[in-house]
Structure formats: C-alpha cells, structure tokens
C-alpha cells in the first residue's frame, strides 16, 4: 500500500482534520506501543499500521 493511499483511508474513516491528530497522539498495542507516526518512522509498511488501525479502532472488514 502506497502512503497516499493509507493517508486516504486515515482521512475517510477519521476525516481530514483528525486524522493526522489521531495519527500522533494515539498510542496502539497493535503498533508495538507506538503511534501511526511512529510506526512509519520506525519502518512499518503502510499496509500494517492501516491493519494495526483497523484492529485497534474497530474498523468493519468491508472498509478495510
């Protein structure tokens, strides 16, 4: 997954303005204790911390 798609997907399921709040303030067990910002600075693929996310928030399997 490219990170424009992953940072699509953060903004339709958060919207636009919270996304990015979410992204660096939410810490994740799923994440390794990290939040999404971190998880990619870290080396995460995109494709992981959206599963990560979708874990964590509860995210229905259809708009994974």
Do not use: N, Q
Request: glycine share 10%.
């Amino acid at each position: 997954m490219r990170l424009t798609i992953f940072w699509e997907r953060m903004a339709e399921h958060f919207g636009a303005a919270y996304a990015d709040s979410f992204a660096r303030d939410h810490v994740m067990a799923e994440l390794g204790g990290r939040t999404v910002h971190e998880a990619l600075e870290a080396g995460w693929e995109a494709k992981d911390v959206w599963r990560g996310v979708c874990v964590a928030m509860g995210i229905p399997p259809e708009k994974r």
